[in-house]
Each structure stands twice: as structure tokens, then as C-alpha cells.
């Protein structure tokens, strides 16, 4: 079994490319359940964000499994590869692992160390597990990587200094107007990153705001924090001319602001410049309104860099992350490991244990004349005595299992204590197990139940891939 990712990011794509990859958040399930119906695909998870669409997935033969998740993407977004293979990114195994954990700290965003991505990440596992698209690998990964997270802002300064793409934004708006007390600020949308860049505005001195949305009561929640002003979206279009700056993150899968929006607005505004700021993805506002007169827009893409000294602050501390990021892997990779040796420490287990009866057995029927404390006694003794004997070979079987061509040593174990019975039937447990995972796969498909996920991979059929 293989641990791969495939996506893209604003690293590798523009905003024109990643917003045609944005997955609403009401299809993500039913784009888990299909990429989990993928052949070749084991555990699936998505992470859908404004700069980023990732696909996690493990895969039983990763050389087939990338074009089998190109194949989802095709069908998915209904884009032929060849208009997007040069944006995308794929990571295997251990590069696979590290990107995910760099993902969840923030050291892979645009904005280095925000906090948001860790709760996306977190998101999109629970909702992966929700549907059974993750089983054990991913269990153990996901909560890895969120838990290293979590030490990384708790540990380090790295979220200290205020950087996020809302604060980017209102840093460009300072750097246009130097000053928001005598300007009117218009943001369209009262979800998350609306609130975040309504308290910066605020901390900025911004004192005419007003907020837009298409749910009039979400606008007006989000103007009472902020001593602003609620509007829908009808009465901003009418009364555009009347904003400075215009801040636009909403989740709307088509321009909320057009051409002729705008073009309506300058006539009013008598040669006033009018800046558009759009931190949506996909995009809010047309891009054709660069191209008016006295009309400036940005959009996330030109965001990167504009807090460039705070970033410097956090990328000092991302050596100290680095370091968690490795000793986390180390811990994953012994874990992995010893994954293929499980049914050899349960064979000697099970195997101690039956010696242990057997023997306590005969004592018992030779002593008859032993009391209830006795028995109890000489029980918690003789088992505490092979408990002891069996912990230093279990100790060395995983130390073993960790090491390069472990087989050969694997082997002599199974030998010196006569577990081929034991092994031998722990894997046949574990292919039966596969085989009607596989067979409640296939039917499930056959009636195309995308709303009921085949059952996880089981512990018992990765533990007969690692011992084939």
C-alpha cells in the first residue's frame, strides 16, 4: 500500500485555474464518495480550500492510482487533463506524509503559519471519516498531523504576528488610502472571512462599513460586531458608487459583481477612484473591471507578499516546526512498521496465552486442594512471569520490522517460535476480510449508492497486504 497526494495550489496554479477546482461545500460528501469508488483507491480524504484542492488518498499500486485520480478529477470537474496536468502537484508516501503535516501548520500556505487551513484540515478528515472513507492509515495520519499542528501554534511564535489573507487585504487597502476613517468601506459576504477582515478594518480606524449580504440577518449579525451598517444585496448595488473600497469574499460559484455593475457605479462618482479588493475563490468580481478607468482591482493572487515582514518573523520559526514535523514522521513510520508484524506478535500472544491455560490446567487438576486466593494467586503470577518472557522478543520483532530488508530476520522469527500455524491463519482472517470489502465495493457501485459508502479498509486486509 502506497500514501499519495494529488492537487494543485496557488503555488502551481492562478485563481483562474484553482477556482475551477473549488468544490461547494455542500458536494463535498458526494466528491468523497465518488473519489472513494475510484479503482485503485483504499481511504480518500479531500481538503478544498481557497488556495488549495488536494485528493489524500491510499492506493493499493500507486503507479495506476495517479492516473486513476486525474481520471476522478476529468470526470469530477468536467475538465480534460490536459488543461490542468501542469498544475498539479503529486507526493508519495513519505514526501506524501511531510506535505500534509506542512499543510496542517500552515508552513505550505500563502500566508505562513495562519490558523485557518488547521481547521479545514481537520474538517475534511471528520468528514471523511463520517463516511468511512478513511480506516486505519489515515485515522493514524490525519491525527498526527493535527496534533503536531496544534503543538506548532501553541509552541512557537509563528501565529503571533497578525498575517491572513483578510489581513492582507486590508493592509492593501491601507497602502492605497494610508488612512479608513474618512472612507466607506463596502464587504460583500458575512461568512468567516468577511468577519476577519471586518475586525481588522475596525482595528484599522475604518468607521463608515457597510456589510452585504444576500441573508439580510447574517449581514446585520456581523455589522452589530463591527458598529456597522447591514445592507442586502439589491441596496448595495444601487448605492456601489458610494464605497471607496470594496472587500468581496463570498461563496458564490458565479460573479457576484459584473462589468456593468461598475460601469454604473463610476458614472456617479465623478472620476473618484474605486478600489476592488476580491478575496473570493471562486472569484466575486469580473475581472474585466480592471479594465475601467479610475477602477483598481486586486485579487488574492496579488495579496502574496504584501505582509512580507510579519512572514519574516514566522519563517524563522518554522525550523522549530520543521523539527516536530520530523520526529512526528519517525513516530508514523515505526508505527507503519510494525503494522506487518501485528499478526506476529498476536500469533506469539495468542500462543503464550494457550501455553499458559494449558499448563495452570494440569497444576489445578494435580492441587485440587487449592483454595479460590490460591488459584488466583499462582493465575496472576505465571501470567506475569510469561508476560515477562515474551516482552523483549515483542520489543525486538519491532525493531526488526523498522529495519531495511526485514523479511529474512521476520522469517527466522516466525521459525524460532513455531508461529506458522498462528501467522497462517491471521492472514487467511485478514483476506477473507478483503474479499468482502471488495465484494460490498462492487455491489455498492453496481447500484450506484453513492449515498451508501462501502465499508472502510480494515485493519485485518492492511495487515495481509503487509505480510503478502
Not at 501548520?105 to 463516511?131: H, K, N, P, Y
Not at 468567516?192 to 462599513?209: F, I, N, R
Not at 520483532?397 to 530476520?409: G, I, M, N, Q
Request: charged fraction near 30%; charge should be neutral.
Amino acid at each position: 500500500m502506497h500514501l499519495i497526494v494529488v492537487g494543485l495550489n496557488y503555488k502551481t496554479a492562478p485563481v483562474e485555474v484553482r477556482e475551477r477546482f473549488a468544490i461547494p461545500e455542500d458536494q463535498l460528501p458526494l466528491a468523497l464518495d465518488a473519489l472513494k469508488e475510484t479503482t485503485g483507491i483504499l481511504e480518500c480524504v479531500i481538503v478544498a480550500t481557497c488556495n488549495r484542492t488536494e485528493l489524500y488518498a491510499v492506493v493499493d499500486r500507486h503507479t495506476l492510482c495517479g492516473h486513476y485520480i486525474r481520471s476522478f478529477m476529468e470526470q469530477w470537474f468536467k475538465l480534460p487533463r490536459e488543461t490542468f496536468n501542469r498544475h498539479l502537484y503529486m507526493y508519495e508516501d513519505d514526501q506524501a506524509n511531510r506535505h500534509l503535516f506542512r499543510v496542517a501548520c500552515g508552513l505550505d500556505s500563502m500566508v505562513i503559519g495562519e490558523t485557518q487551513i488547521l481547521g479545514q484540515v481537520r474538517d475534511a478528515f471528520f468528514l471523511a471519516r463520517e463516511r468511512k472513507a478513511t480506516g486505519t492509515l489515515f485515522n493514524r495520519l490525519f491525527q498526527q498531523a493535527i496534533t503536531v499542528a496544534k503543538r506548532a501554534h501553541t509552541e512557537t511564535s509563528i501565529g503571533e504576528s497578525a498575517v491572513s489573507v483578510s489581513y492582507a487585504a486590508v493592509e492593501l487597502g491601507k497602502r492605497i488610502f494610508g488612512r479608513f476613517d474618512d472612507k466607506k468601506i463596502m464587504i460583500l459576504g458575512a461568512g468567516k472571512m468577511s468577519e476577519l477582515t471586518a475586525q481588522h478594518l475596525t482595528a484599522g480606524g475604518a468607521k463608515e462599513v457597510y456589510v452585504v449580504n444576500r441573508t439580510l440577518s447574517r449581514a446585520a449579525e456581523l455589522a452589530d460586531k463591527m458598529g456597522g451598517k447591514a445592507m442586502s444585496m439589491d441596496e448595495a448595488m444601487r448605492r456601489l458608487h458610494e464605497a471607496d473600497i470594496v472587500i468581496s469574499s463570498t461563496g458564490a460559484s458565479r460573479f457576484v459583481l459584473g462589468r456593468e455593475d461598475v460601469v454604473q457605479a463610476m458614472k456617479n462618482r465623478k472620476k473618484r477612484p474605486l478600489f476592488l479588493i476580491d478575496i473570493a475563490v471562486p472569484r466575486d468580481i469580473d475581472p474585466a473591471c480592471a479594465e475601467l478607468s479610475g477602477v483598481y482591482l486586486y485579487d488574492i493572487d496579488d495579496l502574496e507578499g504584501i505582509v512580507e515582514s510579519n512572514l519574516e518573523k514566522r519563517r524563522q520559526e518554522t525550523v522549530a516546526i520543521d523539527a516536530m514535523i520530523d520526529s512526528e514522521m519517525e513516530s508514523y513510520r515505526q508505527w507503519y512498521a510494525t503494522l506487518g508484524v501485528s499478526p506476529l506478535i498476536r500469533g506469539l500472544q495468542e500462543k503464550a496465552a494457550g501455553i499458559h491455560e494449558d499448563t495452570l490446567d494440569s497444576l489445578l487438576r494435580k492441587l485440587p486442594e487449592l483454595d479460590e486466593r490460591q488459584v488466583k494467586v499462582i493465575r496472576k503470577l505465571t501470567k506475569s512471569m510469561l508476560t515477562q518472557m515474551i516482552h523483549d522478543p515483542i520489543l525486538r520483532v519491532k525493531e526488526l520490522a523498522a529495519e531495511k530488508r526485514s523479511e529474512a530476520s521476520l522469517d527466522l522469527f516466525v521459525q524460532l517460535f513455531a508461529l506458522e500455524e498462528e501467522v497462517k491463519r491471521l492472514k487467511e482472517e485478514a483476506r477473507e476480510a478483503e474479499k468482502a470489502r471488495l465484494a460490498s465495493r462492487e455491489t455498492a457501485a453496481s447500484q450506484q449508492a453513492v449515498s451508501a459508502p462501502a465499508e472502510p479498509h480494515s485493519f485485518l486486509a492492511q495487515l495481509a497486504g503487509a505480510l503478502r
